[in-house]
């Protein structure tokens, strides 16, 4: 294929497709870009086909080279590794949108892959790479019902801007990815800061212009290369196998479906039903040569599915009721707990109905700060949250390890709750919250951001409001529509969209919508975030009647912060030669210490008498000496005839002479003091020059009778020598008798 590009001018920036350039093995390649930031994305199928298995066996996968920006890879062998979670929610925003594009029956191993080779900061790759994913599918072999773009949408000062970069996100109101066909939007997620349904709406609308203008640039490359797409056919199931399977079941098929409202027992239904389609099957097609090659397990399968979708959907259009006997908009009975886990520094257990998320907080320093590093400079989150979903939640038995799946639950419920965690100059921990599903049967995403609200409350997070979310389902054959409130996860597998909003009382703070249906009203949309609002704000109040403000205090087991503010001037003081003293005051009263350009200064611990310690540490090195007051010091070093050098405060040293030890005579320092021995002195001169006359004689009782010796020196008027007398000049008189005894020969 020759080489061919096409390019508009895209909200002020060169946007380009170009192709047959680069990578021209693949069935389809595209290079985007964007100002200085490009994004190769190829996509191949496998020659051979895979008829046994039972799902659409599509891989999509996001990576960034760490040269695109001019950085080095991180770790010991300097070479990227796994993927990041950055990485992965971003291999997930492209895949969302063009899995529904491709024939569910396509039988060939597909790979869709994104690499980010050149990085602009203003410039974010992620949307890029889905509409690159999109082009290469058309251009390719494999089956594609595309175009489809992704763009960005931020809202500064009441403006859309689309695809804003990573500062204008800073002061945006609004951060959502939407992705769509030229007639419908297919997904959303993203995060916003308490915007109402209307301006969800809005952001939807003006995201779809855009998204139309990026189609068509996908149109016309296309339009431009000769396109030949492989052959394939979805295979029909014959009718007489249907046939048989229906007959086998469509009685029990029924009655179970009205009947049965527990998970578990739906679960046992469906098995045995599904056993006995096979059973029906296998003697229907025993010893007939034209059926002699098919899977009847997987038709069997596959037929039942249809037919208990089937049935599902038209119990809920025509009859109005449930799978579990609930109403259209009736949520699942509610329960809250908080400070379950004595020794966590917050926690709290929601569950709503047959989901269950055990939510777990934890206090931390700067240190435990969440590092970040990918294409942008290095930063770090000090609020966080992961979503674990162990196989027993769901009473299955597999591997344990953190899929895409936890990961992008995880970050939904994380973006939800990020509006309300207050400033770290309120409170100046680092948060993480760690929701555990023990139970799952629909929304366990939703699920945990209604245990973090309430597990952070618990450990005493001054968040601004509560959040709670709520996973909303459509059903819509024509004319006839059913939007579900809190669906079970029976009712995401047979709806046509899936949509979970999270917010405050006050709007919304997150949301994510697949959807799976082409041209969906927007009327249908409005109401179904109304319908939402209601139910977020019943399951809000269900919430605050367990807990509607944070405790008054954190965890005993939590770290204690104490902060004060220091002359900027004393900074080096504190932090010392290479780290030294900083390093030797945390290890000594077993604190952590922050200290900032500005003076603020925080010391953590987990107890008083660790702050204490540190608290005279630091007190020492701010504490201005003054004459005339009694030290606690160390003995530093010792010069014999001469007198001892005391450090009296934390990097302040004086002398303290040998006529000022005792009042006795002393002849041997190593007599009454040795080095690191603690003694008590006073301070009896500060020196122009800023040196430190310091007496220990002074802090003694004075002997009865006691007569100061006769200085030799002058009065003051002499000048510096009565300044000596004062600290010495006695025992000059007493030991210049002793003075020859103490020199060698004469020479």
Same mark, same amino acid.
């Given at each position: 294929m020759a080489k061919q590009e096409v390019s508009i001018n895209f909200d002020g920036k060169e946007y380009s497709l170009q192709t047959g350039h680069l990578a021209r093995f693949a069935s389809g390649s595209v290079m985007v870009r964007c100002g200085d930031t490009m994004v190769l994305v190829t996509a191949v199928a496998d020659e051979k086909a895979s008829p046994e298995i039972d799902y659409l066996p599509l891989q999509v996968e996001y990576r960034e080279k760490s040269s695109a920006a001019g950085k080095f890879p991180g770790g010991f062998l300097k070479r990227e590794g796994r993927p990041s979670d950055h990485e992965v929610l971003c291999s997930r925003l492209i895949d969302r949108p063009i899995r529904p594009m491709i024939p569910k029956t396509w039988p060939y191993e597909t790979q869709v892959l994104a690499t980010v080779f050149s990085f602009e900061p203003d410039v974010d790759p992620d949307t890029l790479g889905m509409v690159g994913a999109s082009a290469a599918l058309m251009l390719s072999d494999i089956p594609f019902e595309g175009p489809v773009s992704e763009v960005r949408v931020g809202r500064i000062n009441g403006e859309f801007v689309v695809n804003p970069s990573h500062e204008q996100l800073k002061e945006s109101d609004i951060d959502m990815t939407i992705a769509g066909t030229d007639t419908s939007i297919v997904m959303v997620e993203g995060e916003s800061k308490e915007?109402?349904?209307?301006?969800?709406?809005?952001?939807?609308?003006?995201?779809?212009?855009? @998204?139309?203008?990026?189609?068509?640039?996908?149109?016309?490359?296309?339009?431009?290369?000769?396109?030949?797409?492989?052959?394939?056919?979805?295979?029909? @199931?014959?009718?007489?196998?249907?046939?048989?399977?229906?007959?086998?079941?469509?009685?029990?098929?029924?009655? /179970?479906? /009205?009947?049965?409202?527990?998970?578990?027992?739906?679960?046992?239904?469906?098995?045995?039903?599904?056993?006995?389609?096979?059973?029906?099957?296998?003697?229907?097609?025993?010893?007939?040569?034209?059926?002699?090659?098919?899977?009847?397990?997987?038709?069997?399968?596959?037929?039942?599915?249809?037919?208990?979708?089937?049935?599902?959907?038209?119990?809920?259009?025509?009859?109005?009721?449930?799978?579990?006997?609930?109403?259209?908009t009736d949520i699942r009975p509610i329960s809250c707990e908080v400070g379950i886990l004595p020794r966590s520094h917050?926690?709290?257990?929601?569950?709503?109905?047959?989901?269950?998320?055990?939510?777990?907080?934890?206090?931390?320093?700067?240190?435990?700060?969440?590092?970040?590093?990918?294409?942008?400079?290095? /930063?770090?989150?000090?609020?966080?949250?992961?979503?674990?979903?162990?196989?027993?939640?769901?009473?299955?038995?597999?591997?344990?390890?953190?899929?895409?799946?936890?990961?992008?639950?995880?970050?939904?419920?994380?973006?939800?709750?990020?509006?309300?965690?207050?400033?770290?100059?309120?409170?100046?921990?680092?948060?993480?919250?760690?929701?555990?599903?023990?139970?799952?049967?629909?929304?366990?995403?939703?699920?945990?951001?209604?245990?973090?609200?309430?597990?952070?409350?618990?450990?005493?997070?001054?968040?601004?409001?509560?959040?709670?979310?709520?996973?909303?389902?459509?059903?819509?054959?024509?004319?006839?529509?059913?939007?579900?409130?809190?669906?079970?996860?029976?009712?995401?597998?047979?709806?046509?969209?899936?949509?979970?909003?999270?917010?405050?009382?006050?709007g919304i703070t997150a949301c994510q919508m697949d959807i799976k249906i082409e041209g969906l009203p927007i009327e249908i949309m409005r109401r179904a975030l109304e319908q939402a609002r209601q139910g977020r704000l019943h399951i809000l109040g269900i919430m605050n009647d367990t807990i509607s403000q944070p405790r008054e205090d954190i965890s005993p087991y939590a770290p204690r912060f104490t902060v004060l503010t220091v002359p900027t001037d004393k900074i080096g003081a504190i932090i010392g030669t290479g780290g030294e003293t900083i390093r030797g005051i945390t290890q000594k009263a077993g604190v952590e210490i922050k200290i900032d350009d500005d003076g603020t200064l925080t010391i953590a611990s987990t107890s008083k008498e660790s702050t204490d310690i540190a608290l005279e540490e630091i007190n020492g090195i701010l504490r201005v000496p003054e004459e005339g007051e009694v030290y606690e010091g160390t003995v530093k070093e010792i010069r014999e005839g001469m007198g001892?050098?005391?450090?009296?405060?934390?990097?302040?040293?004086?002398?303290?002479?040998?006529?000022?030890?005792?009042?006795?005579?002393?002849?041997? @320092?190593?007599?009454?003091?040795?080095?690191?021995?603690?003694?008590?002195?006073?301070?009896?001169?500060?020196?122009?020059?800023?040196?430190?006359?310091?007496?220990?004689?002074?802090?003694?009782?004075?002997?009865?009778?006691?007569?100061?010796?006769?200085?030799? /020196?002058?009065?003051?008027?002499?000048?510096?020598?009565?300044?000596?007398?004062?600290?010495?000049?006695?025992?000059?008189?007493?030991?210049?008798?002793?003075?020859?005894?103490?020199?060698?020969?004469?020479?």
């Open positions: 915007i109402s349904e209307q301006d969800f709406l809005d952001t939807l609308e003006f995201a779809h212009s855009k @998204i139309k203008i990026l189609n068509d640039l996908q149109k016309q490359l296309v339009a431009k290369c000769e396109v030949v797409k492989r052959d394939f056919v979805e295979k029909e @199931i014959p009718a007489e196998i249907s046939d048989t399977v229906m007959n086998a079941v469509k009685e029990e098929l029924h009655d /179970y479906i /009205y009947s049965v409202t527990s998970k578990n027992e739906r679960k046992a239904h469906r098995t045995r039903l599904k056993e006995l389609a096979l059973e029906k099957l296998t003697e229907f097609t025993a010893n007939k040569e034209e059926y002699s090659e098919l899977n009847l397990e997987a038709l069997a399968e596959e037929i039942f599915s249809k037919l208990e979708k089937k049935e599902m959907r038209a119990m809920i259009l025509k009859d109005k009721k449930r799978l579990d006997g609930r109403g259209l917050g926690s709290a257990l929601f569950t709503r109905g047959e989901t269950q998320s055990l939510g777990m907080v934890t206090l931390g320093t700067n240190r435990d700060d969440q590092m970040i590093d990918g294409l942008l400079p290095t /930063y770090t989150n000090r609020f966080y949250l992961h979503y674990n979903f162990p196989p027993y939640s769901t009473g299955e038995v597999k591997r344990l390890g953190t899929g895409r799946r936890e990961i992008g639950h995880g970050h939904l419920a994380e973006r939800a709750l990020k509006f309300v965690i207050p400033e770290e100059s309120v409170f100046p921990y680092t948060i993480r919250v760690v929701s555990e599903i023990l139970e799952s049967n629909g929304s366990s995403s939703m699920a945990t951001v209604c245990s973090g609200t309430l597990s952070l409350l618990d450990a005493g997070v001054p968040i601004k409001k509560s959040v709670a979310g709520i996973a909303m389902g459509l059903i819509k054959e024509e004319e006839d529509v059913a939007i579900l409130s809190d669906i079970l996860g029976d009712e995401d597998f047979l709806g046509d969209m899936d949509f979970k909003v999270a917010g405050t009382s006050d001892a050098f005391i450090e009296f405060l934390p990097k302040k040293q004086g002398l303290l002479h040998i006529s000022q030890m005792a009042y006795e005579r002393v002849n041997n @320092i190593s007599d009454v003091m040795k080095v690191g021995d603690k003694v008590e002195v006073k301070l009896l001169e500060i020196t122009p020059d800023g040196k430190f006359r310091l007496s220990r004689r002074a802090t003694m009782p004075e002997p009865e009778g006691w007569v100061e010796p006769e200085s030799t /020196y002058r009065s003051s008027s002499g000048g510096n020598r009565d300044r000596r007398s004062s600290g010495g000049g006695g025992r000059d008189r007493r030991s210049s008798g002793n003075r020859d005894n103490q020199r060698g020969p004469r020479r």
